[in-house]
Each structure stands twice: as C-alpha cells, then as structure tokens.
C-alpha cells in the first residue's frame, strides 16, 4: 500500500506566488475585474504605466484601475501559515523601511492626517499603528465652494494643499473633523460636503461617494473632487 506524500510548500506556489516579481504574495491584491492576484506594492506600480492586469491583459479601469483592487486578508494569513518566518520577515523589513523614512523628515511633521486616515504627503506610522494604511487608497481634491457672497464665506478659506490621498473608507464626517482643524474653524462652524452638487451624508464612505456619485455622473477623472462650503442656513 502506498504511503501519501505529505503536502510541501512548493507544491501550492503557483497559487501563492506573485506573477509580476515571482516572491510570496505580500499584501495580496485582487483586481476585482478578472480575480487575478498580485503584491500590492508589484499591482500598483504596473498600474503606473498600464490600466491592463499585467498576468490576462484585460482593461481593469479606463482611467483609474486602482479603484478595482482590493486586499485578499483570508489569502494573507494562509501564506503565513504555509510559510514559515514569512511574517516576522515582513514586519521588519517594513519597520525598518519607515524609520529610515522618518529619519529623512525635518521633525515630526503634520500627524494630523495620518491619524484621520488623510494624509497629503505620506502615511504616519506613530507608535506603529497601521492608520489604515492597508486599505485601497483613493485620491480626492477638496475644493472650496463660495455661496455667492454669504457672510459665513469669509470663515472658510482654501486649503493649501488640496489634493489628498486616503483609505477609501474614510467617511464625510472624518473629511468634515478634518477640514475644521485644518482651516482652525469654531465649533460654531459648520461644513457641508458635496459631490456633484449633491449634499453628503456625514457617514457615506469615500468609495460609496465614488461608486454611487462620481462613476454614476460620468466623471471618470481622477481625483474625485469634493467641494466644502459653510452650511447654509434657510431658517
């Protein structure tokens, strides 16, 4: 009676491998379009220069193929599993990369975005938190919208940097807790948040405002632009 092989790690390579740099998948990267699997690191620089998936050659996104990649967590946890010292290799060597990065800045520099899940330069690593680091990212313009003259306009001025990168699962009301510590508004000032003319509620996600609001209205440009004005009151 034959005896069964035990299972090696490289028996399931072909499913655990990335296609652009032949490593084990770190932070896999599904494009929801064909399903395909890549680094997230290896799917986001091919999407530099090319909106196909590089393994099927099918066009992802007509102008922002980001928008369709999502993280696999489930797949992640099983190459730990199957790999051994994968993840304490990893976690290091990402450790190290943001120290080195963080020696480079003048200070402490701006936290504020990082610890809203915004940030205008890059993502904050204090007290090695993640701030949603891993989440898709999308990229927003946040413009000021004046109402014709109203007093309250002169409260709310233009950001001087205005095009912003976050997790797409950012909600308005972080962009609202946002804007009135980075413009120094009263608590007395309120914001709206628009999208198309259209007001957003406090708790639509960045990605609920593109998928439902920006695609939906045929604007395929990128960034998605969100316009912030004081509220107006009608009463």
Do not use: A, Q
């Given at each position: 009676m034959a005896t069964q092989r035990t299972p090696l790690v490289k028996d399931f390579n072909h499913f655990i491998t990335c296609y652009l740099c032949r490593g084990y998948l770190?932070?896999?990267t599904t494009v929801t379009e064909c399903l395909h699997t890549f680094c997230k690191s290896c799917i986001i620089q091919h999407f530099e220069d090319s909106n196909d998936c590089p393994k099927c050659g099918i066009q992802v996104h007509e102008t922002n193929p980001?928008?369709?990649?999502?993280?696999?967590n489930t797949l992640e946890e099983i190459i730990f599993k199957l790999v051994p010292g994968l993840r304490d290799k990893e976690e290091q060597q990402e450790i190290d990369f943001w120290r080195?990065?963080?020696?480079k800045e003048n200070g402490q520099g701006d936290c504020l975005g990082s610890?809203?899940?915004l940030s205008d330069d890059e993502d904050g690593d204090e007290d090695g938190q993640d701030y949603h680091r891993s989440d898709p990212q999308i990229a927003i313009c946040?413009?000021?919208?004046?109402?014709?003259?109203h007093a309250a306009d002169n409260t709310v001025k233009c950001l001087m940097k205005k095009f912003l990168r976050c997790s797409s699962r950012v909600t308005v009301g972080t962009i609202k807790k946002f804007l009135s510590l980075k413009l120094k508004l009263s608590s007395s000032c309120?914001?709206?948040?628009?999208?198309n003319g259209?007001?957003?509620?406090?708790?639509?996600?960045?990605?609920?405002?593109?998928?439902?609001r920006?695609?939906?209205h045929g604007d395929n440009t990128y960034p998605m632009v969100l316009e912030y004005r004081p509220r107006i009151d009608f009463g």
């Open positions: 770190i932070k896999p980001l928008e369709m990649l999502r993280l696999d080195k990065n963080k020696s610890r809203l899940g946040l413009d000021c919208l004046h109402n014709n003259g309120e914001l709206d948040v628009l999208c259209e007001i957003m509620g406090k708790d639509h996600t960045l990605e609920f405002i593109y998928m439902t920006w695609r939906l």
